[in-house]
């Protein structure tokens, strides 16, 4: 499993605008990484990172999710997405971009 499953923990600080609204909190993450093919550097996988965003007297959940895909070592396109919960509403959004992996 360790070859095809890499879990993390991440924490930091998220600020949300919705409607004129502002949160602002602590974000607690468990960002996984499902490697579904590897070779060096190159790697399709699939990252999810479920999380909590802990406010001043608030408490909200977001999902991200993204395919990472490689195009040439060591750089991939990261296509996904993320939804969150801001108090009652469920916002979400898609993200692109690249990373890069040393």
Do not use: C, M, W
């Amino acid at each position: 499993p360790k070859n095809h499953v890499e879990p993390n923990i991440a924490f930091g600080y998220r600020a949300l605008t919705y409607r004129g609204d502002l949160r602002q909190g602590l974000e607690l993450g468990v960002p996984h990484r499902y490697v579904l093919y590897r070779d060096n550097l190159r790697q399709v996988a699939l990252e999810l990172r479920p999380s909590l965003i802990f406010g001043f007297g608030t408490v909200d959940a977001a999902l991200e999710a993204a395919l990472l895909l490689p195009i040439v070592e060591p750089v991939h396109v990261r296509l996904g997405g993320r939804i969150v919960s801001f108090g009652d509403a469920i916002l979400g959004g898609a993200n692109l971009g690249l990373s890069f992996h040393l």
